[in-house]
T-cell receptor, first 109, second 114 residues
Framework: GQQVMQIPQYQHVQEGEDFTTYCNSS?????IQWYKQRPGGHPVFLIQ?????EVKKQKRLTFQFGEAKKNSSLHITATQTTDVGTYFC?????????FGTGTSLTVIP | KAGVTQTPRYLIKTRGQQVTLSCSPI?????VSWYQQTPGQGLQFLFE???????NKGNFPGRFSGRQFSNSRSEMNVSTLELGDSALYLC?????????????FGEGSRLTVL
């Protein structure tokens, strides 16, 4: 069945270092969304990518959608302690969203 | 603008009991979807309702059911609770159904089954 995998599962970085999480789907996605969940909180929408090869930036965050629309990445430049949380990708190969396994980011001050 | 409201926030049940969780979506949102979040399985899709109709269903046993009312509020029910049902149950609302809209999540209902 459909699987959306993310790597790494956990990432510890020193504040100021960069961070990247990768999302891979076993099937082509019509679009992909990214969410952030702070510890003890609920997922919050960050962005949606629709086009093959699309790149979007939000301040220090850069999102990419692969050419084959099967993978995506989120890159954070110069991490800050406010970036702590779990980052999920979510893709709909059909009529529902499948969430990735998530990458838990810890930022060490 | 009020966000997605879920009640109750926390509850403890024993095996064999049943539970009903409630979700009030953002005003104007007609789609409500439910997710189960556990440390081992991540966020798993339960079902989605749009205009009182179940549009999609995930791979959960029939003990998990839901419904949506005419005001878009939704409830989910879990019968004959098992220990493995302990999880955070998240509700998300969206303007449109399907797979194109941004999901707005509630704070969740944390269920513990003893």
């Amino acid at each position: 069945g459909q699987q959306v995998m993310q790597i790494p599962q956990y990432q510890h970085v020193q504040e100021g270092e960069d961070f990247t999480t990768y999302c891979n789907s076993s099937t082509t996605l019509s679009n992909i969304q990214w969410y952030k969940q702070r510890p003890g909180g609920h997922p919050v929408f960050l962005i949606q990518l629709v086009k093959s090869g699309e790149v979007k930036k939000q301040k220090r965050l850069t999102f990419q959608f692969g050419e084959a629309k099967k993978n995506s990445s989120l890159h954070i430049t110069a991490t800050q302690t406010t970036d702590v949380g779990t980052y999920f990708c979510a893709g709909p190969p059909g009529n529902q969203f499948y969430f990735g396994t998530g990458t838990s980011l810890t930022v060490i001050p | 603008k009020a966000g997605v409201t879920q009640t109750p926030r926390y509850l403890i049940k024993t095996r064999g009991q049943q539970v009903t969780l409630s979700c009030s979506p953002i005003s104007g949102h007609r789609s409500v979807s439910w997710y189960q979040q556990t440390p081992g399985q991540g966020l798993q899709f339960l079902f989605e309702y749009f205009s009182e109709t179940q549009r999609n269903k995930g791979n959960f046993p029939g003990r998990f059911s839901g419904r949506q009312f005419s005001n878009s509020r939704s409830e989910m029910n879990v019968s004959t609770l098992e220990l493995g049902d302990s999880a955070l149950y998240l509700c998300a609302s969206s303007r449109q159904t399907g797979n194109t809209g941004e999901l707005f999540f509630g704070e969740g209902s944390r269920l513990t089954v003893l």
